[in-house]
């Protein structure tokens, strides 16, 4: 399991990879492809059979960079 803690250890953000997107290390598979994909309704297992080179970690830690980037940033409500 992946804790707050230790999800850095999983993402890297390189110029040189995938436009400088936060990635898993390692790999071109990009936070937000995963995150997308579990927004779309695909389950971990789904993900984890179409990039065999992620773990179930590799998963978490996406999650927990998602939900630390959406907590730093203010939304305003769109009022109509």
Request: glycine content about 6%; hydrophobic content about 40%.
């Given at each position: 399991?992946?804790?707050?803690?230790h999800w850095?250890?999983?993402?890297?953000?390189?110029?040189?990879?995938h436009h400088?997107?936060?990635?898993?290390?390692?790999?071109?598979?990009?936070?937000?492809?995963?995150?997308?994909?579990?927004?779309?309704?695909?389950?971990?297992?789904?993900?984890?059979?179409?990039?065999?080179?992620?773990?179930?970690?590799?998963?978490?830690?996406?999650?927990?960079?998602?939900?630390?980037?959406?907590?730093?940033?203010?939304?305003?409500?769109?009022?109509?």
């Open positions: 399991m992946v804790t707050n803690l850095l250890d999983r993402i890297s953000i390189d110029p040189a990879v400088g997107d936060p990635c898993i290390k390692g790999t071109r598979v990009s936070v937000s492809g995963i995150v997308g994909s579990i927004a779309d309704g695909d389950t971990a297992e789904q993900i984890l059979a179409s990039y065999p080179q992620l773990t179930r970690e590799d998963v978490q830690a996406a999650l927990h960079y998602a939900a630390e980037a959406v907590s730093r940033f203010e939304f305003s409500p769109i009022v109509k």
